[in-house]
């Protein structure tokens, strides 16, 4: 069995995303990432505990939108749960033992090709919507999609989402993210990277957990599907992915509801195999 996991704001948070009350008691917690030494994300100690258990259970896979940099940043992930295998780059990259898949690299590649209008297209048409006095800073992740940091209270998001429309006919997915709004060509997403893992390793089942409509792909074809209650997944008013629960608890204390819930689902799919082939 395959956990396929988002990691921000699914399984690892900022002090300022984790949603702690400020008459609430913080939980405990771990440091999971360092930047030129600060400190950027954590998870509870639970979280922390349970994620351990999964990795010697199962084949756990960080999926994450990250760049391979940022990735290998998250050191509690990469290098102490060591998982043997990570997609990242929304899927445009996939990481074996540590390092980059040639063959995944070479189908990208192709597909980007022959599946996507030109960056430059797209940025053309959103040249339209977008102005300097919401558009900070844009950015591009490996060479194979590109975000812009925006002033989340100026945006227009009425026309950011008729621009989603237009977006997918030129083969882009939009997604607006906090204050990140990420323009990804549809062919680079989460769950083709994870299929191909899948096959490869030769797994039979997948449970997901991710937040954001860029996770939505991975959750909509998975066997067994959660989310945070809350993120980008939380306000649509109708989540084509069915069956997808979603957790009780909001912020860094979702973490250890989704992974627990992993738990119990791969130990009721040994319960349901063995039963299977002693019949």
Same mark, same amino acid.
Request: glycine share 4%; net charge negative.
């Given at each position: 069995?395959?956990?396929?996991?988002?990691?921000?704001?699914?399984?690892?948070?900022?002090?300022?995303?984790?949603?702690?009350?400020?008459?609430?008691?913080?939980?405990?917690?771990?440091?999971?990432?360092? &930047?030129?030494?600060?400190?950027?994300?954590?998870?509870?100690?639970?979280?922390?505990?349970?994620?351990?258990?999964?990795?010697?259970?199962?084949?756990?896979?960080?999926?994450?939108?990250?760049?391979?940099?940022?990735?290998?940043?998250?050191?509690?992930?990469?290098?102490?749960? !060591?998982?043997?295998?990570?997609?990242?780059?929304?899927?445009?990259?996939?990481?074996?033992?540590?390092?980059?898949?040639?063959?995944?690299?070479?189908?990208?590649?192709?597909?980007?090709?022959?599946?996507?209008?030109?960056?430059?297209?797209? !940025?053309?048409?959103?040249?339209?919507?977008?102005?300097?006095?919401?558009?900070?800073?844009?950015?591009?992740?490996?060479?194979?999609?590109?975000?812009?940091?925006?002033?989340?209270?100026?945006?227009?998001?009425?026309?950011?989402?008729?621009?989603?429309?237009?977006?997918?006919?030129?083969?882009?997915?939009?997604?607006?993210?906090?204050?990140? &709004?990420?323009?990804?060509? !549809?062919?680079?997403?989460?769950?083709?990277?994870?299929?191909?893992?899948?096959? &490869?390793?030769?797994?039979?089942?997948?449970?997901?957990?991710?937040?954001?409509?860029?996770?939505?792909?991975?959750?909509?074809?998975?066997?067994?599907?959660?989310?945070?209650?809350?993120?980008?997944?939380?306000?649509?008013?109708?989540?084509?992915?069915?069956?997808? &629960?979603?957790?009780?608890?909001?912020?860094?204390?979702?973490?250890?509801?989704?992974?627990?819930?992993?738990?119990?689902?791969?130990?009721?799919?040994?319960?349901?195999?063995?039963?299977?082939?002693?019949?």
């Amino acid at each position: 069995m395959i956990f396929a996991s988002d990691l921000d704001q699914t399984l690892i948070y900022s002090k300022r995303s984790a949603r702690v009350g400020l008459n609430e008691k913080w939980p405990d917690i771990i440091l999971a990432e360092t &930047l030129e030494e600060r400190e950027i994300s954590y998870m509870t100690n639970e979280a922390a505990a349970l994620l351990k258990k999964v990795n010697g259970m199962m084949t756990f896979l960080p999926v994450t939108t990250r760049t391979i940099e940022q990735y290998k940043r998250i050191f509690f992930i990469s290098e102490v749960i !060591q998982p043997k295998a990570a997609v990242t780059s929304n899927g445009g990259n996939i990481l074996i033992d540590g390092k980059a898949d040639e063959e995944w690299k070479r189908r990208i590649a192709g597909r980007l090709i022959g599946e996507s209008s030109p960056k430059e297209d797209i !940025q053309k048409e959103f040249s339209r919507i977008s102005h300097s006095n919401w558009i900070i800073e844009e950015r591009t992740a490996d060479d194979l999609f590109h975000y812009y940091l925006i002033q989340q209270d100026l945006a227009p998001r009425d026309e950011i989402e008729q621009f989603k429309k237009a977006a997918a006919v030129m083969g882009w997915n939009l997604s607006l993210q906090g204050r990140k &709004l990420y323009f990804v060509p !549809q062919c680079v997403n989460k769950w083709e990277a994870v299929a191909y893992l899948k096959d &490869l390793f030769r797994e039979d089942v997948i449970a997901a957990s991710g937040d954001s409509m860029l996770d939505l792909c991975m959750l909509e074809a998975a066997d067994y599907a959660i989310a945070p209650c809350h993120g980008e997944l939380n306000i649509m008013t109708d989540s084509p992915a069915e069956p997808l &629960l979603r957790t009780e608890q909001k912020g860094i204390k979702a973490a250890e509801e989704i992974l627990t819930h992993v738990l119990k689902v791969y130990e009721e799919h040994k319960m349901n195999k063995h039963g299977a082939s002693i019949s």
